[in-house]
């Protein structure tokens, strides 16, 4: 620690966690304002559905991305069958498709005049819906399904490196009992992954939470489509609040289900080496259910989706690649490339105060700061526009008394509002991966230099910059991709006549033509397997 810190470093940090913070203040704020009783009536009708579908979509989508998310991780970790060192990377792809664009493609197949259905009825000879039972793919439901094959990662990733992580020499305890496979997958590795599980569960709820294109599409009320709804159907900006509130209410309490169960995972840490453990050799059948599954699992959540927009793209080439399409790509990627470093510069900054501040109230911008990504994108559209508004008033009403020509509304009517609420939400994956770097370094290092006089500037610049580059290099990637995957903020933000790849191809996604922006999503898809497989690397260089 570092005594002599100034205060001005304090106070950077606090100013930081403020700005960040100030959205979820004006939520707050102005849900506290009266409603002239949109939200008595909401409370009134549909609230209650609204509540009620969200809870049942994260339980169904928990549910549903646990139970085949963990038998692919223990697999993985545990198992040695063919294809095995491939799924291990695999499986983590389908965090880089967007759900509203599965949802297209699955609905697109398994619609009454989809090509499955189509196939059905001219081999049975079926007439009408009334001669046999389908499921109905655009309900709560199929939302669930479309949500869990793209968010089980979270809990594959966490699943696999805490099966991993597990002691060998416990398992060769198991194996000394004389527990088979699947005994010591039941009685050890499962109970023993508990945390990492419970830490994947917190996250998948939170983005379930925070979906809006999916369940549109699918027509679902949950309470994000209901802010939505209340803001521009309603146009009550303090009811949208008060939903806001709600959801809010819901994701912290998620959160800390979270750092509870971060806390408890703790207890279990590498002891001989994962790589150490013989891993079960599966032969015979067993064998054939590992690959089969792992192979289902991923041509059913990525490969599948990515051949047919893959298709798409191919045969509508020609009518997508045109000027549009190239600005909005333009427009995608210097935004994320803007946000991805000042987020990244962000963190770094609030991490080195915690670091080497000897004041433990130095430590609270950094976790204040990281709560930005728990909003939603339409619950942060409401905080962002709030203060924003006002702040714009106030510079024209400032000119306007000076005599001159108010500038307008440069605050809310630029692409400033989309770099700010996108630093406000993405900067907590910036924290993170710089706190984990600055983990690994010594604080023996801390001490040699302020030994040799360096002043904290100093020992940012040449000491900490240096060993943290991997963790900078992996947040600014896990942020751009986030940047250009994000489209609540993005669809009610932007400012007017400005699109990008995420607004453009929902569109699409919405008048049922996916095929004319399948090319955009290609582009958002790809971009995001670049920070994947770096994450990948990544993890296999740390056994």
């Known amino acids: 620690m570092i005594l002599g810190l100034s205060k001005r470093w304090s106070l950077t940090g606090y100013f930081i966690a403020s700005v960040i913070t100030l959205p979820l203040v004006a939520i707050l704020i102005q849900a506290m304002i009266p409603d002239e009783s949109v939200f008595d009536h909401l409370l009134d009708t549909v609230l209650p559905t609204y509540i009620s579908n969200t809870i049942l979509l994260m339980f169904w989508v928990c549910l549903g ?4 998310a963990t038998p692919a991780a223990w697999l993985v970790a545990k198992c040695h069958f063919p294809g095995r060192a491939i ?43 009334q001669d046999y039972y389908f499921p109905e793919v655009r309900s709560l439901g199929g939302a669930s399904m479309m949500l869990a094959f793209v968010l089980f990662p979270y809990i594959y990733l966490l699943a696999r490196t805490a099966f991993m992580e597990q002691s060998s020499s416990l398992q060769h305890a198991t194996r000394v009992m004389g527990c088979g496979p699947w005994q010591s997958f039941w009685r050890f590795s499962l109970p023993m992954a508990r945390p990492a599980l419970a830490v994947g569960v917190a996250l998948v709820a939170m983005e379930t939470a925070a979906d809006f294109a999916t369940v549109s599409y699918f027509a679902v009320p949950t309470l994000t489509t209901a802010v939505y709804d209340t803001w521009l159907g309603y146009g009550s900006l303090s009811a949208a609040a008060k939903l806001s509130a709600i959801m809010l ?29 013989e891993l079960y050799s599966l032969k015979g059948i067993k064998s054939l259910l590992a690959t089969g599954y792992c192979t289902l699992l991923l041509l059913v959540s990525f490969l599948l989706p990515f051949i047919i927009l893959f298709n798409y793209a191919w045969q509508y080439f020609d009518e997508s690649w045109h000027v549009e399409f190239l600005a909005f790509s333009f427009n995608s990627f210097y935004i994320a490339a803007i946000v991805s470093v ?98 690994r370094i010594s604080p023996s290092l801390d001490m040699a230099a302020i030994t040799m006089g360096l002043k904290p500037s100093l020992l940012l610049w040449r000491v900490h910059l240096p ?76 056994k």
């Open 249 to 277: 209410l819901v994701v912290f309490t998620m959160i800390g289900f979270e750092r509870f169960a971060r806390r408890k995972q703790q207890l279990f840490q590498k002891q001989s080496g994962a790589e150490q453990c």
């Open 65 to 68: 991305a646990i139970l085949i």
């Open 467 to 542: 060993l943290l580059r991997k963790g900078i290099f992996a947040g600014m990637l896990l942020v751009f991709i986030e940047c250009m995957k994000e489209l609540p903020a993005a669809l009610l933000l932007r400012p007017v006549g400005f699109e990008n790849l995420a607004t453009y191809v929902f569109q699409f996604v919405s008048d049922e033509q996916l095929e004319h922006g399948a090319l955009a999503a290609i582009v958002i898809v790809l971009v995001g397997l670049v920070p994947l497989i770096y994450l990948n690397r990544s993890l296999e260089q740390q």
């Open 342 to 439: 000042i987020s990244v510069t962000l963190g770094i900054l609030l991490m080195f105060i915690s670091r080497v501040s000897p004041r433990k109230a130095d430590l609270l911008p950094s976790r204040l700061s990281s709560t930005g990504y728990a909003l939603p994108g339409t619950v942060l559209a409401i905080g962002i526009l709030v203060p924003l508004t006002y702040l714009d008033f106030a510079v024209n009403d400032l000119y306007e008394y000076l005599g001159q020509q108010g500038p307008g509304l440069i605050f809310t009517g630029s692409v400033f509002v989309l770099i700010f609420a996108f630093c406000v939400r993405f900067s907590a994956i910036a924290i993170g991966s710089v706190e984990n770097s600055y983990k």
């Open 87 to 129: 799924f291990q990377w695999a499986l983590l792809l389908p965090l880089a498709m967007p759900a509203y664009v599965v949802a297209y493609v699955y609905t697109d197949l398994l619609d009454y005049a989809g090509p499955i259905q189509s196939a059905m009825r001219g081999f049975f000879g079926w007439g009408s819906p």
